[in-house]
């Protein structure tokens, strides 16, 4: 991560008055760092509509949702996640100029809990799985709440101790643009995170003026200049923004790539004799945002317009959309991104355009016979993950695989990396050993399991027919996974393959980071279990069909008391385990099934600070991790 270069603190307000020109110079020319491949997704934190889905302080629970959107962006076959860190005149990182968000922690004077920064999190593991990250902000809102939100705002919010710069507006608070002051507080916002961390961008969103009724009347007087025309000093009031904060960030950080997301109409050609043939909301009047011109002077790395609807519209066809898009960025230098509504897709209605996903499909298909276009970014995680039928497409269009009925995205080791001799078919152990470890002191049952953690979990528990147990720590297990080296889990992860529990991908990869599914857990379970395969798979579940491709297990695994699922009648199949889940899964293929009477005796020894019997796992947390005699 990037080390602070200064503290903005006391000198924030000096820096504010002194404005741009002794904030930062101009970056000379540069390659244009922005990706050619580009496969986003949004991920919202307004309203928690993405991450996190309620506000809490919990570091725990906000590292395991973070964990659960990154790995299921990489699932997807996405290779950047573009994360709302500032939805309004707030923050998602700790801050020397905006509050934390009352989306994240409920409050803008509430950190997370132990230290934890959001965003240092997000861009680790993001690279860890190989994803770009890139910090998404909003410019100039500063409430989506109204007065309420307002009065319960920081006193030493910006907002609240500048509040000549706030302007309101159909019953929220914005950032006047006009204001030179409030345009210097965003660029230096941004190059906060800049500077301070090891992001792969900066992106804005569409929101600039709120609407033509905006009231800045006073504002243009006071700097209006020589501008007779209070449009045309809002457009370079934008454009000043936009200008300045591309070239602050390029100083900051030359391979940080900049870019916005606008709406997707810049002008109708009936207005605008350069615009598009559509007659829809035309942000060069509506927001002020000339984005034809910040193309055609390269002020940004990439644009990636809002193309929110289908091939065919009336008012805003796709397909023109597009190639007008893709017209004004040619020969430009800047990367062009169409940004997807997957929000629409899976209309249940039949003669809906956005039936299903094929709205989507024939999109993707239309993008490639493009040059222009580098990629897109699709609005936005939850919608998209909730949707099965938009995870296998992408994981179809994107390079990852189509998935088969019976076993989608499952690894699949090479025949290769199989010994020679099979080993003896490998059994559970029954004795009552630990087999589940802490860190720090603390056992976060809320966090997800990862491949190389089942792995280890699973290897600990492994004994032949005469109960001995099979692994040995140093022991060489062969194996021929290109990301598996020398690390801790390296010998675990052999040991699985090669007894057939785990296996790798076709890639040659083991992915041992990747955040284990429950479906995926009761499918290594049942590898002990060879009658598990038979039966017509019925679950009992609503979300696990008999043609789920872990059906078998899954049905196996209820039928014995393993697990029971959710009070709605689901199982949650796909839905990452967490570590308190995984136990109660585990110590149920085990016939481990503690209760009072042995429990008592092993609450002493509860090694974890996080864990106490109000905890719903806490009999199964301390049979898994207190080894005792059986009882």
């Given at each position: 991560?990037k080390q602070?270069?200064?503290r903005?603190?006391?000198g ?8 741009t ?12 760092p ?5 496969k ?9 509509l993405d991450?996190?889905?309620?506000a809490?302080?919990?570091?725990g629970?906000l ?24 939805p309004?005149?707030?923050s998602?990182?700790p ?13 803008q004077?509430?950190a ?14 993001a ?7 890139h910090?998404w ?7 989506r709440g109204?007065q309420?939100?307002?009065?319960k ?22 950032l006047?643009?006009?204001v ?33 009724d ?23 009031n ?17 391979d ?22 559509t ?23 990439y ?14 066809d796709y397909?023109?959309?597009?190639n ?6 040619d ?8 940004g ?21 499909e024939?999109?993707?298909a239309?993008?490639?016979t ?8 699709h ?7 909730s949707?099965?039928?938009i995870?296998a497409l ?18 699949e080791t ?11 078919a490998?059994?559970?152990?029954r004795?009552?050993s ?14 997800g ?30 194996h ?7 690390q ?33 857990l009761?499918?290594?379970?049942a590898?002990y ?7 017509d798979?019925?679950?009992g ?12 297990a ?8 393993w ?25 149920g ?12 005796p ?7 600070a ?11 947390i301390l049979e ?6 059986e009882?």
């Amino acid at each position: 991560m990037k080390q602070f270069c200064k503290r903005f603190g006391a000198g924030f307000l000096l820096c504010l008055m002194m404005l741009t020109g002794a904030c930062g110079a101009g970056a000379g020319p540069r390659e244009n760092p922005a990706r050619t491949d580009m496969k986003g997704v949004w991920v919202s934190t307004v309203y928690n509509l993405d991450y996190p889905t309620k506000a809490t302080t919990d570091a725990g629970e906000l590292r395991r949702q973070a964990d659960e959107i990154l790995q299921g962006s990489a699932d997807m076959g996405m290779n950047a996640v573009f994360l709302q860190v500032r939805p309004c005149a707030d923050s998602l990182y700790p801050s020397d100029i905006f509050p934390w968000s009352v989306y994240l922690t409920g409050d803008q004077q509430s950190a997370p809990s132990q230290g934890f920064d959001p965003l240092a999190y997000w861009v680790e593991k993001a690279h860890s799985l190989g994803l770009e990250l890139h910090a998404w902000i909003n410019p100039f809102r500063v409430t989506r709440g109204g007065q309420e939100e307002w009065d319960k705002m920081s006193p030493q919010s910006p907002a609240r101790l500048h509040s000549d710069w706030i302007v309101a507006h159909e019953g929220n608070y914005y950032l006047n643009p006009g204001v030179p002051e409030a345009r210097e507080l965003v660029i230096q916002g941004a190059e906060e995170i800049a500077k301070n961390y090891d992001v792969d961008g900066v992106h804005l969103d569409d929101y600039f003026y709120p609407g033509t009724d905006f009231d800045d009347q006073q504002t243009f007087a006071q700097y209006g200049g020589e501008f007779k025309d209070i449009a045309d000093w809002r457009r370079d009031n934008v454009n000043r923004l936009i200008k300045d904060l591309g070239e602050r960030l390029r100083a900051a950080d030359p391979d940080l790539s900049f870019g916005v997301s606008p709406a997707g109409v810049w002008a109708n050609k009936d207005d605008m004799a350069e615009g598009s043939d559509t007659r829809g909301n035309q942000t060069y009047f509506t927001a002020y945002a000339d984005t034809r011109r910040w193309v055609k002077e390269g002020w940004l790395d990439y644009i990636c317009p809002q193309i929110y609807w289908y091939i065919g519209h009336k008012n805003a066809d796709y397909k023109t959309l597009a190639n007008w898009w893709a017209q004004t960025a040619d020969g430009t230098g800047v990367r062009l991104y169409i940004g997807m509504a997957d929000y629409q897709a899976g209309n249940e209605k039949p003669d809906s355009p956005w039936h299903g996903v094929q709205a989507l499909e024939d999109q993707l298909a239309l993008n490639k016979t493009l040059p222009q276009v580098n990629g897109e970014i699709h609005f936005r995680y939850q919608l998209m993950a909730s949707n099965p039928d938009i995870a296998a497409l992408y994981r179809r269009v994107y390079g990852q695989g189509e998935q088969t009925p019976e076993q989608p995205d499952q690894p699949e080791t090479p025949p290769a990396q199989q010994p020679e001799t099979p080993p003896a078919a490998p059994q559970l152990s029954r004795k009552h050993s630990a087999y589940i470890q802490g860190a720090e002191g603390l056992f976060r049952p809320e966090d997800g399991l990862n491949r190389a953690e089942a792995a280890a979990m699973l290897a600990r528990l492994t004994v032949d027919d005469q109960g001995a147990p099979l692994f040995d720590q140093g022991q060489n297990y062969r194996h021929s996974f290109s990301d598996v080296k020398d690390q801790w889990h390296a010998p675990y992860i052999g040991f699985a393959a090669q007894y057939g529990l785990a296996n790798g991908y076709e890639d040659g990869t083991f992915r041992p980071d990747k955040l284990v599914t429950r479906a995926e857990l009761i499918k290594m379970l049942a590898a002990y279990f060879p009658e598990s395969a038979a039966g017509d798979g019925q679950t009992g579940f609503s979300d696990a069909p008999s043609s789920h491709w872990a059906a078998k297990a899954i049905a196996y695994a209820a039928q014995a008391g393993w697990t029971g699922g959710y009070e709605d009648g689901t199982f949650r199949p796909d839905k990452p385990v967490t570590r308190a889940e995984a136990v109660r899964l585990i110590n149920g293929a085990l016939g481990r099934r503690p209760d009072q009477a042995h429990i008592q005796p092993l609450e002493g020894q509860n090694p974890f600070a996080d864990l106490t019997d109000a905890h719903w796992a806490w009999a199964d947390i301390l049979e898994a991790a207190c080894g005792h005699e059986e009882q």
